[in-house]
Every structure is written in structure tokens, then in C-alpha cells.
């Protein structure tokens, strides 16, 4: 019986800490999240990078799908930027939270250029890929210059 | 010329190495990008099982977005398991290589059924939620308790 109060309250308790418009039961997972969503996409837009550089043979099929999935990888990695995030293994800069507006501009502006490198790779154009493939470049490195810690 | 030179080759042989059809620059990536990509799908689908488990409130609207991001990273972590990625920080046991056609059953099964939660979970009906994190659960389990060492 105890068992099953303890249980019970520990139940509340997570119910409490993690409300559904939460989005994870640690700090921990959230800091990773963010890590491992932005792994999984710089992997994808690396390979379209790679391509569009030359160190990778142009392959338009591999690229546009590559583009895809890094699109889309590129939309997950905020909700692990949540309030209480800032401390851990992370290189995350306080400003994130204290210019939250300005952090809130690069991830739109990243996503964006993601979107218009995904239509470049569906075009098959690597003149295209490599105009798009800097535009995004940039919009990751504004954010790393400005809220990563070296 | 001598550094140009080296770059060409460096260049050459990175292309050797990394054939478009291929995913990654190295073995290490393909295991990082498949455990990130596990991370990022597990974080949904446990967020969902949370709900159906009763341990955090059923929300329908984030039941619906998170199973619909871990449906689309269930796609992802296979690229991952190459030839050559046995080897490394990895719990992933030699059969995954050996027993290929098997591993792959587990890996499209897992995707159905998380499929099927996707659409449980549109629907907003509690019950069918929890009847496809069941089914998703169990399809999680196989797999690991074939191909995955404690």
C-alpha cells in the first residue's frame, strides 16, 4: 500500500513537473534533444554542403532528400531551448533566454533558408544548391557566433 | 602548389570514401547520427506513452504533433547501420549484420506501428492511443531484445 502511494505521488509529481505543453521530464533530455536534433540535421545539410563543394559527387537524388530531412530536423531542436535549459553540458549562451527575440529571429531565419536549399536540391540545380547551401551556412553561423560558447 | 595539391587529393579521397550512395564521412557519425535519431523519436513516443500511461495529461494536440515527429524519425536511424558500423560506442550486437533480413522486419514493423499511433493519435481517442503504444512498445522491445546488448 505504501508502494502504491509512493508511486502514486511520484506520479503527481511528474504530472506536475512535466504539464503537456511542457515538453520533457528533465532538463537533461532537453538540452539533449536539442543536441541530437541538430546532430541529425547538420549531418543531412553537411552531405548537400559536401556536394555543393565538391568533396561529396553530386548526386541530386541523394541531395534533395538529404535537404529534406535536414528541413525538417530543422524545426525541432527549439522546444529543447525551454526555460531552465541553460545549465548543463551545453554550450548554449545565457543570451538565448535574456535575447530571446533576437535567438527566436536566427532559428526562423535558419529554417527559412533551410526550406528555400530543400527546393534548390528538389530543382536538381547545383548552381542552385550552392547559392543555398551558403545562405543556410550563414544563418547557422550568425546563431553559433552570437549563442554558442566556443 | 604542393597544398593544392594535397587539398585535390584529400578531396579525392574523401570522394573515394564517400560514395553519394554512402551516408557518412565515418563510422562514428553513422553511430551518433543513428542513436541521435533513436533519441529524438524516443523523446516523442515516451511523451505519448506518458499520456497513455496516465503519468502526464493527456493532451490531444501534443499527443498528435509529438507521435507525428516520431513517426517521421522512425525512418531515419537505418542509414546508420552500414557496413562498418559495428564496431564503437555502440550496444548494437553483430546480428543486426548477420541476421539483416531480419533486423529489417523489426525496423519496418516498428515504423507501422508508429505509423498507427500516428493516426490513434489524430484521432484524439485515448483508447487507441493506448492500443498503439502497446503495439509501438512491443516492436521497440523485439528489437532490442535481439539486437541490442544491455
Known amino acids: 500500500m505504501k508502494k502504491l ?3 502514486l505521488l511520484a506520479g503527481a509529481a511528474l504530472a ?3 504539464p503537456a505543453s511542457a515538453q520533457f521530464a528533465k532538463a537533461e533530455d532537453a538540452i539533449k534533444y536539442r543536441k541530437n536534433a541538430l546532430f541529425v540535421m547538420q549531418q543531412n545539410f553537411g552531405r548537400v554542403a559536401g556536394m555543393a563543394g565538391g568533396k561529396i559527387p553530386f548526386d541530386a537524388g541523394v541531395a534533395a532528400e538529404s ?3 535536414a528541413e525538417y530536423m ?3 531542436p527549439w522546444a529543447g531551448f525551454g526555460p531552465g535549459t541553460d545549465k ?3 554550450k548554449a549562451k545565457p543570451e538565448i533566454w535574456t535575447d530571446k527575440a533576437k535567438f527566436d529571429d536566427y532559428a526562423k531565419k535558419m529554417q527559412d533558408e533551410m526550406s528555400k536549399l530543400t527546393i534548390a536540391a528538389k530543382s536538381g540545380n547545383l548552381d542552385n544548391i550552392k547559392v543555398a547551401v551558403n545562405a543556410t551556412g550563414g544563418a547557422c553561423k550568425s546563431c553559433h557566433d552570437d549563442f554558442r560558447a566556443k
Do not use: I, N, Q, R
Open 74 to 76: 530543422a524545426k525541432l
Open 88 to 90: 548543463g553540458e551545453t
Open 67 to 69: 535537404a529534406a530531412v
Open 16 to 18: 506536475m513537473a512535466v
Open 5 to 7: 502511494t509512493a508511486c
